[in-house]
């Protein structure tokens, strides 16, 4: 049986601070791991490479957090939405965090296909080399490739989608839906 993350009866409950801590550190990763693959487009190799390996650790680090986060969310339910939310307002956030957890799992573990089938490895922080989990192969790299920018590009739409109707609820409907996330 899963234990509550909060209590069903209050609209305005909170998710737990890790799940809250979870979410901020995930959310924010990927943002700045968009902002270093577009913003660095066109850059000079070597500062451009820079940019790459602190953007493949950032994946690894949002890989682990996910599976830890799914962990979490396993065990400990979300709060409830308000009553007011329409139903299929529920239906689309449960398809979209669905999505996530699906984009946050495929997107990184494509980069670290593409990168170990390119014959790159990817190096943590300086801590330590990521194991390499298929063969150099260079079809594969170049399909990964493009599989890695047409994740990359959806998690941004989805992202963009995210952040707009968290804001619609708390600013338009006034449903306090950014509190149950406020990490302070």
Known sequence: M??????????????TPVA???????GLAVIA???LAMLTEG???ETRGA????HKALGIAVLALTVVRIGWRLGHRPP????????????????????FYVLLILLPLSGWVWMSAAGRPIDFFGLFAVPVIVAPNEAL??????RHEVLGLTMLALAAIHILAALKHQFVDRA???GRMNPF
């Open 20 to 26: 809250i801590w979870l979410h901020w550190l995930i």
């Open 33 to 35: 791991n968009i902002a």
């Open 80 to 99: 409830p939405l308000p009553a007011a939310i329409p139903g299929w307002q529920r239906l689309l956030g449960r398809i979209t965090h669905a999505l």
């Open 2 to 15: 899963a234990i509550r993350e909060a209590d069903a009866g209050s609209a305005g409950s909170h998710y």
């Open 141 to 146: 790299a170049d399909v990964m490739h493009d």
């Open 51 to 54: 940019a790459m390996d602190i």
């Open 43 to 45: 850059l000079p190799r």
């Open 176 to 178: 306090g839906f950014i």
